[in-house]
């Protein structure tokens, strides 16, 4: 089992840039799939990005495509996730998430272990 925690969320202006850490203890993240979602008030929980385990492939929501970055340092046991251009629509909790299969990534049911969620909220 492994516990994960965010961190690095806050209150940034339009066009502004943020990089979220997402910590996990109890097990090593190299042997997950690891993902961001977000969800904004009143509204279903997003998928943002992913990372495979071998780290050799991303994807991201089209929304997010050309602005944010995912990446993972299996050493630091860390998932990050860099935004830049931030605009008022990213305002949101941002979760991760890790799982064990490697299928179908996109889909928050494919994911075994949460965080608890960071803040992030852009102003205009």
């Known amino acids: 089992q492994v516990q994960l925690a965010e961190s690095g969320g806050g209150l940034v202006q339009t066009g502004g840039s943020l990089r979220l850490s997402c910590a996990a203890s109890g097990r090593t993240v190299s042997t997950y799939s690891l993902g961001w979602f977000r969800q904004a008030p009143g509204k279903d929980r997003d998928f943002v990005a992913f990372?495979?385990?071998?780290?050799?492939?991303?994807y991201y929501a089209n929304s997010v495509k050309g602005r944010f970055t995912i990446s993972r340092d299996d050493a630091k046991n860390t998932v990050y996730l860099q935004m830049n251009s931030l605009k008022p629509e990213d305002t949101a909790v941002y979760y991760c998430?890790?799982?064990?299969?490697?299928?179908?990534?996109?889909?928050?049911?494919?994911?075994?272990?949460w965080g608890q969620g960071t803040q992030v909220t852009v102003s205009s």
């Open positions: 990372i495979t385990k071998s780290g050799d492939i991303t």
């Open positions: 998430a890790a799982a064990t299969t490697g299928y179908n990534l996109s889909y928050s049911a494919r994911y075994d272990y």
